[in-house]
């Protein structure tokens, strides 16, 4: 075991856990963040995606000894009830949620893609998205929310 110092959703935390110990497993059981989530275990579902390093990253398999001082961004670190970040907003807006399992994955994912190319195209947010998979049919409305956040980052 050892303390690790980790910076995430814009606070420090210290924990005690063996440095190998997936990123997620830190997030979920020892600060009680439950935007990431437990897939497939394997970085092939998408649904533990956080940002790190400006990048979407899968945390199942990112050891937490790897994150160093970088920030780590969870679904719940970009906004709150009260305030959505303007991604999340527009996914309100267009219903584009349903079972909220995926929603680490296709959120971040498009966020990451969107911040680091702000004019995507549908294409490259549908590339971007392909290995965030989904099972409630809800993809129409996910990349009508996404654009819409995307077109108004662009006005």
């Known amino acids: ?18 440095p190998t110990t997936p990123l997620l497993y830190v997030l979920g059981d020892e600060l009680g963040l439950r935007g990431p989530k437990f897939g497939c275990g394997m970085a092939q579902c998408g649904a533990c995606t956080v940002i790190l390093r400006r990048r979407a990253v899968r945390s199942c398999v990112t050891p937490v000894s790897t ?9 719940e670190g970009l906004g709150t ?9 527009a996914f309100i807006d267009e219903e584009a949620a349903q ?18 190319k702000p004019r995507a195209s549908d ?15 809800a993809h129409v409305r996910m990349l009508r929310a996404i654009r819409k956040y995307a077109d108004t980052r662009n006005v």
């Open 1 to 18: 075991m050892s303390k690790i110092s980790l910076r995430v959703n814009g606070r420090v935390e210290t924990v005690d856990v063996d």
């Open 67 to 75: 994150v160093g001082q970088d920030e780590v961004t969870t679904l």
């Open 81 to 89: 009830p009260e305030k959505p970040h303007p991604i999340q907003q």
């Open 99 to 116: 079972c909220g399992f995926c929603l680490s994955g296709v959120i971040l994912t498009a966020k990451a893609l969107l911040d680091e």
């Open 123 to 137: 294409q490259e947010i549908r590339e971007s998205l392909a290995g965030v998979l989904c099972r409630c049919f």
